[in-house]
C-alpha cells in the first residue's frame, strides 16, 4: 500500500503545474492555468411498426434505446486531460401475432435487449516533441443488465444467462507513445495490464469465463468459494481514434481501432497436437483445425489478439434531429462465440434519433 501511495503522489507531482520564482522586488506570477471544454450528448431513439388486420401481414413491435455521450476535456499548457463517458441501453418489443387479447398476455409478449453499452475512459497525455507526446490511459468496459440466448421461437423461446454487469468486466491501463493530429490519434503502449472480471458464478459454473483462468489449486466447479474472478494480463496494446466533423455537410464520422496482446496467453494455450481437442475453441462451419495449425509463429499470436473495431456516422439534420449508423466488431478467442460465428462479435445499428446537446464552450 506504501509503495502504491507513493506512486500516486509521484504521478500528481509531475503533472502539478510548476509554478516559478519571481525575481526580488518583482510581485509574483500566477501559475498557468487550464481550461474546460465539455460536450454532453443525451439521446432517445424511438422505433415502432404497428400491424393489425393488414394484409400484407407483419409483426407489431417497438424499439426504445436510450444513449448518453459526454467527452470532458482539460486542456493545461503542460498536460491535457481527457474523459469520454460512452453508454448505451435498449430494449425492442415484438407482438407475435398482433392480437390485443391473446392467452400469452396481451401485445409485445416478447421483449429482448437491443442494446447494452459502458464503455468510459480516462486519459492523461503530455507533448513531448512535435505531435508526440506520451499518456496514461484508463479504460473500463461493460454492461448495464443480464444478456441472454434465446432457443426456440417467440414466448417459448428457452433464456439461457450468457453475459451480466461486470461479467464480463474490462479494465485496462496503459502508459502509452502518443501521435497526435488534429482529427486523428495513435497510441503504442509495450506495457498494458488489462484485468478481466467475470463476477457471476453460475457464469464461471457453466464454463463461460471469458478467460479468467481458473487456476486455483482447489478448483472445483460445484464450489463457487473456489472460483477466480479476475484475470490479469501484462501486453501491448494499439489504439487508433479518428473523429472528423463534416466529412461531408452535416456528416460527422468517429472511428476506433484497439488491439491488445497477451504476453502471457501463449503460456496458457494447446498450441501443440491437443489443438484439435482444445474445448476453449469454436470453430465456424467448414474450418478446418489444420488451417491454424500451419500458421507461422507470428500468425498464431495474431490469431490471438484481441480486435475492438468501432464506426460510427451521424448525419444531421436538424438541431436534434439525426439520422446514425454504427458498426462494432470483436475479435476475441476468450469468447466460444454462439451458433457459427465463432470468435467474432458483430452489432450494427442504423436508424433516427432525437438528441440534447449542451456545451461548455473553453474559457
Known amino acids: 500500500m506504501t509503495k502504491k501511495i507513493l506512486l500516486l503522489t509521484a504521478l500528481a507531482l509531475l503533472a502539478a503545474p510548476v ?16 481550461s474546460w471544454a465539455t460536450s454532453t450528448t443525451p439521446a432517445l431513439k424511438i422505433g415502432e411498426f404497428i400491424y393489425h388486420n393488414w394484409s400484407a401481414t407483419g409483426n407489431s413491435q417497438i424499439d426504445i434505446t436510450g444513449t448518453f455521450f459526454g467527452n470532458y476535456k482539460y486542456t493545461h499548457p503542460s498536460y491535457v486531460w481527457d474523459n469520454i463517458v460512452d453508454l448505451a441501453y435498449g430494449f425492442a418489443w415484438q407482438d407475435l401475432d398482433n392480437s390485443a387479447e391473446d392467452s400469452v398476455g396481451g401485445r409485445f409478449e416478447t421483449r429482448r435487449k437491443s442494446n447494452d453499452k459502458i464503455d468510459l475512459t480516462s486519459a492523461l497525455s503530455w507533448k513531448a516533441y512535435k505531435d508526440w507526446g ?49 482529427n486523428w490519434s495513435v497510441s503504442l503502449s509495450f506495457l498494458t ?10 457464469l464461471i459454473a457453466n464454463e463461460l469465463t471469458y478467460g479468467v483462468i481458473q ?17 490479469f494480463a501484462l501486453g501491448s496494446y494499439v ?12 456528416l460527422d464520422l ?26 476453449k475453441y469454436t470453430l465456424a462451419e467448414g474450418e478446418q483445425w489444420t488451417d491454424l495449425q500451419d500458421f507461422n509463429w507470428m500468425k498464431k499470436r495474431v490469431f490471438e489478439s484481441d480486435l475492438d473495431f468501432e464506426l460510427k456516422l451521424d448525419y444531421r439534420f436538424s438541431k436534434h434531429i439525426s439520422a446514425n449508423f454504427a458498426l462494432n466488431l470483436k475479435w476475441d478467442t476468450d469468447f466460444s462465440g454462439m451458433g457459427n460465428w465463432g470468435h467474432w462479435q458483430i452489432y450494427q445499428m442504423a436508424g433516427v434519433q432525437i438528441f440534447f446537446n449542451w456545451k461548455t464552450p473553453k474559457s
Open 239 to 250: 489504439k487508433g481514434m479518428y473523429l472528423k466533423k463534416d466529412i461531408l455537410p452535416n
Open 254 to 279: 468517429y472511428a476506433r481501432a484497439e488491439l491488445f496482446y497477451d504476453y502471457k496467453k501463449p503460456k496458457n494455450m494447446g498450441w501443440g497436437d491437443n489443438m484439435a481437442t482444445d474445448s
Open 193 to 202: 495490464g488489462k484485468t478481466t472480471f467475470v463476477y457471476n458464478d453460475s
Open 19 to 34: 509554478v516559478k520564482a519571481a525575481p526580488d522586488g518583482e510581485e509574483p506570477t500566477d501559475a498557468p492555468k487550464g
Open 215 to 231: 487456476d486455483d489449486p482447489n478448483y472445483d466447479i460445484t464450489d463457487p468459494s473456489t472460483y477466480t474472478h479476475a484475470y
Open 134 to 182: 506520451a499518456s496514461f490511459t484508463a479504460n473500463f468496459k461493460s454492461q448495464f443488465g443480464k444478456g441472454y440466448t434465446y432457443e426456440g421461437i417467440g414466448y417459448n423461446a428457452i433464456a439461457t444467462e450468457v453475459s451480466s454487469f461486470m461479467a464480463p468486466g474490462y479494465l485496462t491501463t496503459a502508459l502509452a507513445f502518443e501521435l497526435k493530429k488534429e
